[in-house]
């Protein structure tokens, strides 16, 4: 067997276990993406009233509201402006904090997946082709 050979069966076994890597972490992002939906930014305004505090923001051409509770309103650090994330799919939903990252490492690490399965399997077409 040639160095050409075993550089070809080498690329092939990379490209196969990381085309299935990637394809397995993009269904993964796309089922947390279903099962959570979509979170867009927007600007929320705090509000501190008697009966407590009042978080207010602009989502889907109407005006939104909620209470917030105690623990919600310590996270706060700028009442004027705090940047916030409402569902799309329901937009009286809020988050004061940003959605949680593990959806974009998964995405992440899946088009990293693919992208060496295309190289490996290019390299492995190159490597058949001089030998």
């Given amino acids: 067997m040639g160095a050409a050979e075993v550089v070809s069966v080498v690329t092939e076994v990379i490209s196969w276990i990381a085309l299935g890597g990637g394809i397995a972490c993009l269904l993964l992002a796309l089922l947390i993406r279903m099962a959570d939906g979509r979170w867009l930014r927007t600007e929320a305004v705090v509000i501190d009233g008697e009966e407590g505090s009042v978080v207010r923001w602009f989502a889907e051409g109407a005006f939104h509201s909620r209470h917030l509770s105690a623990e919600e309103r310590a996270h ?17 939903r809020l988050r004061l904090h940003e959605p949680p990252v593990g959806r974009r490492v998964i995405r992440t690490l899946g088009l990293v997946l693919l992208g060496i399965a295309f190289v490996a399997a290019l390299a492995g077409l190159i490597a058949t082709l001089v030998a």
């Avoid at 004027?80 to 937009?91: D, G, H, S, T, V």
């Fill in 76 to 92: 706060v650090q700028h009442p004027e402006e705090e940047p916030a994330f409402y569902k799309q799919r329901e937009p009286d």
